[in-house]
């Protein structure tokens, strides 16, 4: 099922609830806990997960993601733009995963030598068209933990 835009509480149109045949009715909230992916498009974008487990892409624009709570992977693809994190949770046995793809870098030396402090942040610079800024991370914090690379 693909629910654009329709969860958010704060919206006056959307998906109240969801009736299956056998009886069972999903509200929003049952709707926000079932989510396992989150995908953004071309545009630039602020996508926000759910307080659970997900997955979020955030396509090629230039985008804002916010995993909340939860054990979150963030989906970075070759072309991803200049991407922001802002809740990163960095550290060995972190709940928090990027996954790149060995087009983008190959293990996690390569991410290290790309990425600089840039005030309390910390900037993956891949190329001048794509990067990728984690928001209130030290990049001493990051550990190989907190990234997955996916074959190309």
Do not use: C
């Amino acid at each position: 099922m693909l629910l654009k835009d329709s969860l958010d509480d704060g919206i006056q149109l959307g998906v109240e609830k969801v009736s299956f045949t056998d009886g069972t009715v999903w509200t929003r909230a049952d709707m926000r806990s079932h989510i396992a992916y989150v995908g953004g498009t071309s545009g630039n974008e602020t996508i926000t997960g759910t307080t659970g487990v997900d997955t979020i892409h955030a396509g090629p624009g230039n985008d804002t993601l916010v995993g909340l709570a939860g054990n979150d992977t963030f989906l970075f693809r070759q072309n991803f733009g200049h991407d922001i994190i802002t809740d990163f949770v960095a550290g060995a046995g972190s709940v928090d995963v990027i996954d790149l793809t060995s087009d983008i870098f190959v293990d996690f030396a390569s991410v290290m030598a790309a990425a600089a402090q840039v005030g309390s942040d910390t900037m993956i610079t891949h190329d001048a068209n794509t990067s990728l800024l984690l928001k209130n991370v030290t990049r001493t914090n990051l550990h190989q933990d907190d990234f997955h690379f996916t074959p190309a």
